[in-house]
DNA sequence: TTGTAGGCGTTATCAA
DNA sequence: TTGATAACGCCTACAA
């Protein structure tokens, strides 16, 4: 039995590394590295420069990022950890602007689905060593967690955006329409829970504040239209009757209105419906909260940077939210 | 100036190793390493093992990965590439599916949107050295890209599920229930483009063999709900009325079925709609081809995993297509 | 039960 | 213009 052929089940062929390519050009480790990573500085004969890079493009020479890393101590891998891949339009808007920036400064952002049931922060450690950790909102950091984030940089991006003044403003503009008796849809998603119950608790400040009862709450579950229905008959049923529904988020606001439609009703008309976002489709005809995405997006680029940086980060002063009124309330 | 002071401008400290750890501890770094993986074959007595794991808590030890795979010889990373973050309900299935199953072979599955105007696969090789690569639907990558994975293996999502055969599914049906004038909604969405076509070409395959004008081509952008009223408009002034029409996806055929509703009509009475995925919110009353996300999914994964073992990868046999019928075609 | 020593692939430093 | 050498932090065969 020889190491000689090729099947799938041979251990596979040993890596092929700079002093492989070196030593097939004739030249010297060090001059290889120079080749292959430009080093401004050294200046390499053109001759020279041409046989190393076809040498290593013969023998399929790829660099191994960890070894690279050991050596300059430092990756340029920058984590993003998300409770859930389905995360949103806003989210999805802002990892994508962050994944640019990153791009441009030389790093990588790689996505992970973080579950503190499958596996601990110090296990995650020893798998990947980023240079910068982004926590997502809807993910909760402990800071025993953050801990072993180490020598590593942490930003949190959850706290940032206001999401109980959202609620406020959606019971606010409410109560300024006349409506009295409020109801709220309320995500079963497990994922949204932590952002969820801080829009909530914001309906429910501005609900006393204004001296109104506090909101007739219904689950609704996006993964399950049902629900939508049951939402509605429980407003309708209540004790006093619901007038105007505050959404979680235009998703469900959507499907709010579109429920009302199956029934012949018509949002604005029938119930009022807020949701927070303003995400495209919600851009014909729902009154909403807009997250300001440019102006979030760009702080926490900015943020980022700076803590790559180890330059203090800026502290956000703005609050990214808008009311805009449409149709649906 | 003395550097003992911990200004956020100030370097930041040295990494604390685990020969510190050994040092701190009195013992030898070995020992370190066994008490720190569990090694075990090896015998340590109890007041060792945590006397070093006290100590590395109090130091502050955090494991480099990248040494650690230096030495290894490999990376625990998988790396899933993905042309764009927001990459639908069954993709993202996948994806958790996936993420669980390596996780507990120890692996780590970290998500990339891979964008080559950004960055070139050999690029993101010397950022990321994983010990394999998987390329979600809607990317392709070709065999020069693929030729930077070099010793890493590679699994391509794209092509298992049939989706031509998707397509001349949703046009069999159309025909069967008596339409001989088809619409398509393809979706503007970039990512999309790549399957896309592929069902598109299914339904043009369909209506050819069946004898049928090739489908009236609309296209939907599922973040501008105008662009829902023009298919519907240009589709009813066809010069032959379009009666039916099949869906790239059950996103786009929803929003179809909310157009037609808008206008006073119904799906499935004034236009026939089908869909594509079977996604929770078409369970309601839209007739969809669904993917069969278990089925699919673990034949990617058992896929996925004999890669990693070094094994023959099962060739994938079933197609994980279903018509359901419901109300709107 | 613990220690010693060597090497993984890369790059910075210094020397030629 | 190029080469030799020494680290980076970790793991493990072998020795004690």
Redesign the interface.
């Known amino acids: 039995m020889t190491n000689e052929t090729d099947q ?6 040993r ?2 590394t700079s002093a492989d390519v070196a030593k097939a050009s004739g030249v010297s480790r060090a001059t290889v590295s120079y080749v292959l990573n430009d080093v401004p500085g050294r200046a390499i004969s053109e001759a020279t420069r041409a046989l190393v890079l076809r040498t290593a493009s013969e023998l ?11 050596r300059l ?1 430092r ?3 920058v ?1 993003a950890l998300v409770r ?4 949103g ?1 806003v989210s ?1 808007r802002l ?2 602007r962050l ?2 920036a990153l ?1 441009e400064r030389g ?7 973080f ?1 503190d049931s ?2 601990s922060m ?1 296990e ?6 980023p240079a910068l950790v982004v926590a997502m909102g809807g993910l909760a950091v402990t800071d025993e967690a953050a ?6 940089k942490l930003m949190r991006v959850h706290g940032i955006v206001p999401h109980a003044k959202a609620g406020e403003m959606q019971a606010q503009y409410l109560y300024d329409r006349g409506h009295r008796v409020l109801g709220y849809a309320f995500p079963s998603t497990a994922s949204l829970e932590l952002i969820a119950s801080e829009r909530l608790a914001g309906v429910r400040r501005a609900c006393e504040r204004l001296g109104l009862e506090p909101p007739v709450v219904c689950n609704v579950d ?5 629900t939508v229905f049951d939402a509605l008959d429980a407003w309708a049923a209540a004790p006093e009757k619901v007038t105007a529904v505050a959404s979680h988020n235009d998703e469900i606001a959507i ?1 709010l209105t ?1 429920g009302l ?2 029934r012949g009703l018509t949002a604005g008309k029938d119930l009022a419906v807020i949701g927070v976002d303003n995400i ?2 919600a ?2 005809n729902l009154t909403t909260v807009e997250i300001d995405i440019d102006a979030w997006g760009d702080a926490i680029v900015d943020n980022v940077l700076a803590l790559l940086d ?3 980060p800026e502290p956000i002063a703005t609050d990214f939210l808008r009311l805009i009124v449409r149709d649906t309330a």
Chains 1, 2 share one sequence.
């Open positions: 799938a089940t041979t251990v596979p062929a890596r092929v399929g020479h790829v660099p191994f990022a960890p070894a690279r890393s050991l101590g990756s340029d891998i984590l859930d891949f389905a995360i339009f999805n990892l994508k994944d640019v791009a790093y990588v952002m790689l996505v992970h689905r579950d499958l596996r110090s995650l450690w020893g798998l990947v060593s801990s072993h984030f180490s020598s590593t996006p993964d399950n239209p049902e499907m579109a439609a199956a495209p489709s851009r014909i180890n330059k203090e």
